[in-house]
């Protein structure tokens, strides 16, 4: 009777400490986060300033939020779902580092080895420092050469100057190393002969470094490119989806392409244009745009991060390796940044920002010190908020990119910003 009676007492304290430990357990996104969402999405289709937007987040390997609305073609009121595929651009690029730093895992490289070493065509590089009188090129050699580690943050000097009024400018436009009809190899043959925008390490300057890097993995491999990411990141992680050339039997899951036109009309990209990268193979395979995807595919890339490289019995890299590319390698020296600073307190690590700091005004990004994240040039977005143990994933297809977009979403999920002191 005794033991029967502190049997109960011991399962009554049991039950206590379980009920406790469930309701102090707070979750980011509650039925309030959850309305607020889904009430600035629809907002944005109703505005008119979207056809259609999808987002899913995933909180504590939970889904705690899936929606979608409007159209992922809008002339043929298809809505957007799941399985909607969408051009993911540059968030390819987080996908191309996560390859090549399986093989700096395997001691293949050293991120402070020059590019040269492996990449002779990189060798002896001249820096391009502005006209003379006439109009011509003045150029001087390297400071130093260019590292892998410039090229994973974007801080090599290579560029695609194709605005540049320059004779520098005039060059990289005839050289023309990103044609779509030319392989790796040629890409790199072609952004080796040419001058450096400005010496390694002296500035971010987002570019084709990236591309660069998917050249890099090729050659240190000695795999293909496509090949080589599909066997090491895509087919482990199961993501079945994601692909240079969207499938013709998945084809008609493919979102239209939309853009912004004079008078804040939303205008459909002609399909021409659209999809004639992702419709057909090209020699170039780029690290830095070109891959499709779904929302549950790149979810699956992300949730791996947040797990420290190992998710649903797949291991793509090590923990450290992870927390190495989600630390920020722009020192305070690097103080010209292009337009990374439009992205909030933020440094950048390998192929990912990072927030370095709290948001400084209520005009700013909301985000997790300690979050790393990327977009694409069609307004798509993810992040990984490791405080949190949080990822989320926003896809749209609209033109020019909408950064105003990305900051009603995460206000939306994070709530109303609070500055430190207020």
Same mark, same amino acid.
């Given at each position: 009777?005794?033991?029967?009676?502190?049997?109960?007492?011991?399962?009554?304290?049991?039950?206590?400490?379980?009920?406790?430990?469930?309701?102090?357990?707070?979750?980011?996104?509650?039925?309030?986060?959850?309305?607020?969402?889904?009430?600035?999405?629809?907002?944005?289709?109703?505005?008119?300033?979207?056809?259609? %937007?999808?987002?899913?987040?995933?909180?504590?390997?939970?889904?705690?939020?899936?929606?979608?609305?409007?159209?992922?073609?809008?002339?043929?009121?298809?809505?957007?779902?799941?399985?909607?595929?969408?051009?993911?651009?540059?968030?390819?690029?987080?996908?191309?580092?996560?390859?090549?730093?399986?093989?700096?895992?395997?001691?293949?490289?050293?991120?402070?080895?020059?590019?040269?070493?492996?990449?002779?065509?990189?060798?002896?590089?001249?820096?391009?420092?502005?006209?003379?009188?006439?109009?011509?090129?003045?150029?001087?050699?390297?400071?130093?050469?260019?590292?892998?580690?410039?090229?994973?943050?974007?801080? #090599?000097?290579?560029?695609?100057?194709?605005?540049?009024?320059?004779?520098?400018?005039?060059?990289?436009?005839?050289?023309?190393?990103?044609?779509?009809?030319?392989?790796?190899?040629?890409?790199?043959?072609?952004?080796?002969?040419?001058?450096?925008?400005?010496?390694?390490?002296?500035?971010?300057?987002?570019?084709?470094?990236?591309?660069?890097?998917?050249?890099?993995?090729?050659?240190?491999?000695?795999?293909?490119?496509?090949?080589?990411?599909?066997?090491?990141?895509?087919?482990?992680?199961?993501?079945?989806?994601?692909?240079?050339?969207?499938?013709?039997? @998945?084809?008609?899951?493919?979102?239209?392409?939309?853009?912004?036109?004079?008078?804040?009309?939303?205008?459909?990209?002609?399909?021409?244009?659209?999809?004639?990268?992702?419709?057909?193979?090209?020699?170039?395979?780029?690290?830095?745009?070109?891959?499709?995807?779904?929302?549950?595919?790149?979810?699956?890339?992300?949730?791996?991060?947040?797990?420290?490289?190992t998710f649903d019995g797949a291991t793509i890299l090590k923990p450290e390796t992870v927390e190495l590319m989600a630390t920020?390698?722009?020192?305070?020296?690097?103080?010209?940044?292009?337009?990374?600073?439009?992205?909030?307190?933020?440094?950048?690590?390998?192929?990912?920002?990072?927030?370095?700091?709290?948001?400084? #005004?209520?005009?700013?990004?909301?985000?997790?010190?300690?979050?790393?994240?990327?977009?694409?040039?069609?307004?798509?977005?993810?992040?990984?908020?490791?405080?949190?143990?949080?990822?989320?994933?926003?896809?749209?297809?609209?033109?020019?990119?909408?950064?105003?977009?990305?900051?009603?979403?995460? @206000?939306? %999920?994070?709530?109303?910003?609070?500055?430190?002191?207020?």
């Open positions: 009777m005794v033991r029967s009676f502190f049997l109960l007492l011991l399962l009554s304290g049991l039950l206590a400490c379980n009920a406790t430990d469930t309701t102090t357990e707070s979750s980011l996104i509650d039925a309030t986060a959850t309305a607020r969402i889904d009430s600035t999405l629809q907002s944005l289709v109703d505005a008119g300033s979207i056809a259609g %937007v999808s987002a899913l987040i995933f909180e504590k390997d939970q889904e705690v939020y899936y929606n979608a609305f409007g159209y992922a073609d809008r002339e043929a009121q298809k809505p957007m779902d799941r399985n909607t595929i969408v051009r993911i651009y540059s968030m390819t690029k987080p996908i191309t580092g996560t390859a090549l730093m399986t093989l700096y895992e395997e001691g293949a490289f050293q991120l402070d080895d020059s590019l040269a070493q492996y990449a002779p065509e990189f060798a002896d590089m001249q820096v391009f420092v502005g006209p003379d009188e006439d109009g011509n090129m003045i150029l001087e050699p390297a400071k130093r050469p260019v590292t892998i580690r410039d090229i994973t943050r974007h801080t #090599s000097g290579i560029v695609t100057s194709t605005s540049d009024t320059t004779a520098y400018g005039k060059l990289v436009r005839e050289t023309d190393p990103m044609n779509r009809e030319n392989t790796l190899e040629q890409m790199a043959e072609k952004f080796g002969s040419l001058p450096l925008a400005f010496h390694p390490g002296d500035q971010w300057a987002y570019g084709p470094s990236v591309d660069v890097q998917a050249f890099l993995v090729e050659r240190i491999s000695g795999v293909p490119y496509a090949d080589y990411v599909q066997a090491q990141v895509l087919d482990p992680l199961k993501m079945d989806n994601t692909h240079y050339v969207v499938p013709e039997a @998945d084809r008609g899951r493919f979102a239209a392409a939309y853009r912004m036109a004079e008078g804040e009309k939303l205008e459909r990209v002609p399909d021409e244009a659209a999809n004639s990268f992702n419709f057909q193979r090209w020699a170039l395979t780029p690290g830095g745009y070109g891959l499709t995807s779904t929302i549950d595919d790149y979810m699956r890339f992300a949730r791996m991060l947040v797990h420290k490289g920020n390698q722009l020192s305070d020296t690097i103080s010209q940044r292009m337009w990374l600073p439009s992205k909030g307190q933020v440094g950048f690590g390998i192929d990912f920002a990072v927030r370095t700091r709290p948001p400084a #005004s209520v005009e700013e990004n909301h985000g997790k010190v300690g979050e790393f994240f990327w977009d694409g040039a069609a307004s798509t977005l993810f992040w990984v908020d490791p405080v949190n143990e949080l990822t989320a994933v926003l896809f749209v297809q609209k033109f020019p990119f909408d950064g105003a977009l990305h900051k009603k979403f995460r @206000d939306a %999920v994070y709530g109303p910003i609070v500055l430190t002191g207020q």
